[in-house]
């Protein structure tokens, strides 16, 4: 498939291979994605079928000793396959935001949150200490975090889970990154805070034109954000359409029975509380 030129980013022919006690073995077979500004893709698939493994290798984190990673992965044109890893490192952080499943892992558990913010932004920009707790501030006021300056002094086990998620959004925030990979943002969540992460990676992508790479088993949180959605199975993309032609028309075996097994049926309207939000 060849990309268009205006995708934030372009996958082409991914393929990815660990090194096994039994050999190679191939977990993500040559798969094609493309993500243009301000739009939320979805990627749907079993446990196992290789969504985490695609995340990661688009963020080249990887152990380079055990996994091999074949195929073009082009953010805003510039290919991040092979990069030296400083040149990596750059670009996490700054110009992909990375929110992940538990946010624990996103924090260290023996600096404040305020330390990780400074630390995080002076790291990617030219910014100040004080202009630093400044943005990180205003960005957890902006994902419904008050009283910021008591909070930038606490530790990570001080806060709850939602909490912790929302104040790993405001850091991506901060970086404004072209491009946000969301790893089953909402899995750890009840029902009240995963529809504040949602409204706020909806918000993420219309104010800023984010692109959004959205991972849910969750078909509801797939069917209130995405544009277009990929479905994985056992490593490859078995079907690709926007997000309404996918839930009214699958096509493939797999996704028709995805639709079928899902328990409550989101239908194609979204829930008018998001779009209004
Ligand atoms: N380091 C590794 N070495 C060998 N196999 C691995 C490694 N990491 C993951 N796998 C295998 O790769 C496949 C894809 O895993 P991956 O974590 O990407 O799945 P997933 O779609 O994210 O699943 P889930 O929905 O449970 O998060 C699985 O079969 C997994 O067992
Ligand atoms: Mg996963």
Known sequence: MIG???????VTGLQVSVLT???QQRLVHGIDLGIRPGQVLGLVGESGSGKTMTCLSILQL???KTTCIEGSIRLNGREL?????GDMRRVRGKEIGFIMQNPMNA?????TIGNQFVETIRSHTQLSKKQALDLAASALHDVNLPDASSLLRRYPFELSGGMLQRA?????MCMQPSLLIADEPTTALDTANQLQVLRLLDRIRREHGTSILLISHDLGVIAELADE???MQRGELVEKADVYSLFDHPRHPYTKQLMESRPVMPGAERSEELILS
């Open 81 to 85: 396959n092979g990069l030296r890893a």
């Open 4 to 10: 268009h030129t205006n995708e934030t980013l372009q």
């Open 62 to 64: 990887h152990d380079g």
């Open 21 to 23: 006690a039994a050999g």
């Open 107 to 111: 924090f260290s558990p023996v600096f």
């Open 168 to 172: 790993m959004i405001a850091l991506a």
């Open 229 to 231: 959605v990929a479905v």
